[in-house]
């Protein structure tokens, strides 16, 4: 059991952030990775670069409509905007949930083959206590497998389901919602049925160690991987996408957990929103809100439109808006598409942030 | 289920469905001659072939009695004996009445060394070429059944008698499946002890788990499959009191935590509750469930048939056409609990501890 003190507050938060037709903004990009992005732009990536950026999203008005929560970056949990408004006062009139990510990066799993675990059990107690009185009320870990040949392996499957557990576990502790991501690369040829495979063993054996370490699982979210082909495997319809994705969620996530927030893994806005739409629309009974947790899929027209420029806030707030409205209608199966957002895709290879 | 042929899941898929129709519950009729004969001998009527055979017909034909079931749990002695009524065999029978006829195979209890006195239950040798007969009389779906028992003080259960008997369930599941049988597995833990409910909710979420992820990771096809559990209660002997609701919502707790929506549902086990405590609970569960998407039902043998078998003291011979009207009126309780409709009288589904107990407590 998790601490009574936090049970009913994350209890709370995990429902508030699970809302119906709301769904999470990522904008929790590293230092080095946000510079990927401004690199694209053509921006120099600069503390007040960074805080500009941020302050862009943070400040869209109505976005509380269709995001109910944010992942940020340590860095951007302290900032404010030009005229010293702190973001998180703003977020918190906005009713919009503070999240950070608390996870240090992957390292080599020695004598795999290119496996990893999740570094940043450290401290983690104390930076979680921290990040509360700054009002985050929910925290993110992200946790990578690959499928290949005969990957992933049995022992990156414990060590990061562990991992996760063991981050879960301190968080609601410290009084933060732990969004649980176990993330399954999409890299590689494969069909899509091996993606079912892989995604039902990574999800049942995160439970089974969530369970183990005595997570209230009510006061947690689920952030995984969509169920499709790999980036270079034979292309099925977003409709299949749905039902495998839901089919895998079905056998392996408990009803008590409040909400799945999918992540985008380098699929292009529109297919991001497509597919959210299919897993939403598939006809079979489902107890958790199904919902967006999407970086790149919400932010990469957002960035073009912006290019760093001040003039180009609002216009770059109204494409924010559009994409979030878009996965709001997607995450209740009423999306229809306008042709016009992005369908570049955004597959980093091994991607790594 | 990745190495089942297509036509094969959707008939496992198909056949889950319909044991799992709601409002309707399995009626459990799979004790061996042994047990059986000794209820009969118990209310003073002699045990025979022809006896278990005629009052299983009653079982299974007592008018209005298909109303509520959705399936039949026989012995394999039963599966090859045949109605008076027309002489088709029972299995056929069961079908022609909308019942979706099942086995129970021969399994024998084991007490692990060094556990206690804890168990598993043996029975996977052979299994395969058993079923495979079975499915050729018409069997549609198979039982299982693992029992455990809660001593906190020993320990038990056990993380290894957890995972024996967890790992042999998913296994006979698994074989079901490979030669065309629905598997019911049924984790059953005891009523027995003093344990509260909040232990008996962290005992049931640990096995639970425990069997779901072992069905996943033996490749048994979940949505082929389903539950057969102990309704979640404090220990017989607990000196806490718990209100009905209480210990409806610890059920529903437990199955939110663990029970995977693609399973279709779960047929609740009696253990020696009363019919009317079973009834109850399994009623307010429906009733408070929400929009948790499995059927919740019974599979029930002692809490049906023991009344019926009291009939028959006194008379020599069963009394079929009591015992028949008995168990109609019992059915449609049962019924009424699998629609959340049945309305407990008194204390009925409540723990309330013995007076004794209560007073040492207090």
């Known amino acids: 059991m998790a601490a009574t003190d936090f049970r009913q507050e994350l209890i709370s938060t995990a429902n508030a952030v699970a809302s119906p037709g709301k769904g999470i903004l990522a904008a929790d990009e590293s230092t080095g990775t946000i510079g990927k992005r401004f690199d694209g732009i053509n921006v120099e990536n600069i503390e007040e670069n960074r805080r500009a950026y941020r302050e862009l999203l943070v400040t869209t008005e109505g976005l509380e409509k269709y995001i109910s929560g944010i992942i940020l970056f340590e860095e951007t949990l302290y900032q404010k905007t030009a005229d010293g408004t702190p973001f998180v006062d703003i977020l918190k009139k906005k009713g919009i949930a503070i999240g950070i990510k608390v996870d240090l990066g992957v390292r080599p799993l020695r004598a795999t083959d290119g496996e990893t675990y999740t570094q940043g059990w450290d401290n983690l107690a104390d930076r979680c206590k921290k990040y509360y009185e700054q009002g985050a009320r929910f925290a993110k870990w992200r946790a990578v497998l690959k499928i290949g040949e005969a990957l992933p392996s049995e022992l990156a499957i414990e060590e990061n389901a562990r991992g996760l557990a063991m981050y879960g576990m301190i968080c609601q502790e410290n009084g933060l919602v732990p969004i649980i991501e176990p993330e399954v690369l999409s890299d590689g040829s494969h069909g899509i049925e091996k993606c079912v495979q892989v995604t039902q063993k990574v999800i049942a054996a995160t439970y089974k160690a969530l369970h183990r370490y005595n997570l209230l699982l009510e006061g947690t979210l689920l952030k995984p991987n969509m169920v499709t082909p790999g980036q270079s495997g034979p292309k099925v319809t977003h409709e299949e996408i749905g039902m495998a994705t839901l089919t895998v969620l079905r056998r392996t996530v408990p009803g008590a957990v409040p909400g799945i927030t999918f992540l985008s893994g380098g699929q292009s806005e529109e297919d991001a929103t497509r597919n959210l739409n299919a897993i939403n629309a598939a006809p079979m009974a489902r107890p958790w809100n199904v919902s967006f947790s999407y970086g790149r899929a919400l932010q990469h027209s957002v960035l073009r439109a912006w290019l760093g420029k001040k003039e180009n806030v609002a216009a770059a707030q109204e494409v924010l808006m559009k994409r979030a409205k878009a996965n709001s209608e997607a995450s209740q199966g009423k999306y229809v598409s306008d042709g016009k957002a992005s369908g570049e895709s955004l597959f980093v290879s091994n991607y790594s942030y | ?362």
């Open chain 2, 1 to 362: 289920g990745a190495h089942l042929s297509a036509a094969r899941k959707a008939e496992l898929e198909r056949v889950a469905s319909l044991i799992a129709t709601p409002g309707k519950g399995i009626t459990a009729c799979d004790e061996g001659p042994g047990t059986i004969g000794a209820r009969l001998e118990n209310v003073g009527v002699a045990n025979s072939e022809e006896r278990r055979r005629a009052y299983r017909q009653m079982l299974f034909e007592a008018p209005g009695a298909a109303e509520h079931l959705s399936a039949a749990i026989l012995d394999p002695e039963t599966l090859l004996q045949r109605s008076s009524t027309d002489g088709a065999l029972f299995p056929h029978k069961l079908q022609q009445l909308g019942v979706v006829p099942g086995v129970k195979p021969h399994l024998k209890v084991y007490a692990l060394p060094g556990q206690g006195g804890a168990t598993v239950m043996q029975g996977l040798d052979s299994l395969a070429a058993r079923c495979e007969e079975y499915a050729a009389q018409g069997a549609q779906f198979a039982k299982w059944r693992s029992p455990l028992e809660i001593d906190v003080a020993q320990g038990q259960p056990s993380d290894l008698v957890i995972r024996a008997n967890m790992h042999d369930l998913a296994r006979y599941a698994l074989i079901c499946q490979d030669v065309g049988l629905v598997p019911i597995v049924e984790p059953d833990i005891s009523l027995k002890g003093c344990h509260d409910l909040e232990t008996a909710v962290a005992v049931n979420v640990k096995v639970q788990a425990e069997l779901y992820k072992s069905m996943l990771d033996h490749g048994v096809y979940m949505e082929g499959s389903l539950l057969k559990p102990n309704i979640v209660n404090p220990g017989r002997d607990c000196a806490e009191a718990y209100s009905l609701r209480e210990i409806a919502e610890a059920n529903l707790a437990v199955l939110r935590r663990c029970f995977p929506i693609a399973m279709k549902g779960a047929n609740f086990l009696s253990g020696g509750q009363s019919l009317g405590d079973a009834a109850a609970r399994l009623s307010e569960m429906n009733k408070l469930k929400g929009d948790s998407p499995w059927n919740l039902s019974f599979s029930w043998s002692a809490a049906l048939q023991m009344p019926l078998f009291d009939l028959c003291r006194g008379h020599g011979e069963l009394q079929l056409e009591a015992m028949s009207e008995l168990y109609l009126a019992e059915l449609e309780i049962a019924g009424a609990a699998a629609r959340g409709e049945y309305e407990a009288q008194g204390d009925e589904g409540a723990h309330l501890p013995a007076p004794s107990l209560a007073a040492a407590a207090a």
